[in-house]
């Protein structure tokens, strides 16, 4: 009889810990802060690369080849940092990220 009611309450604290996953409590120290910029940098540089290169090559006057290049090595370096970050936040930003886009779908679904 113990042990059910250990493992009841061994899976409320689970419900419990699901519903309180947020950014605030996932970003809760500074080299965690300062991780969680380098992501959302490393998001403007992926998606940006193609912008963020072909200005660079249109201010330095680059030949298409050599634009392209630096379109390729904005992209790189926004993986690097996609990756290396995620070594620091871990599996707790994916859940979070989880959690959001999950609550995204059932308000366009409702």
């Known amino acids: 009889m113990v042990e059910q009611s250990d493992a ?15 950014l605030k409590s996932l970003v809760n120290t500074p080299l965690k802060k300062v991780m969680f910029g380098v992501q959302i940098l490393s998001y403007i540089l992926i998606v940006g690369s193609p912008v963020i290169g072909g200005y660079i090559g249109n201010v330095l006057a ?27 936040l871990g599996k707790e930003l994916l859940l979070v990220m989880k959690d959001r886009f999950k609550s995204w779908l059932r308000k366009i679904r409702k």
């Open 62 to 88: 680059l030949k298409t080849a050599q634009t392209a290049g630096v379109i390729l090595g904005v992209l790189i370096v926004g993986e690097v940092l996609f990756y290396g970050s995620l070594a620091f």
């Open 8 to 22: 009841m309450s061994e899976k409320e604290g689970q419900v419990n810990r699901q519903e309180k996953r947020t």
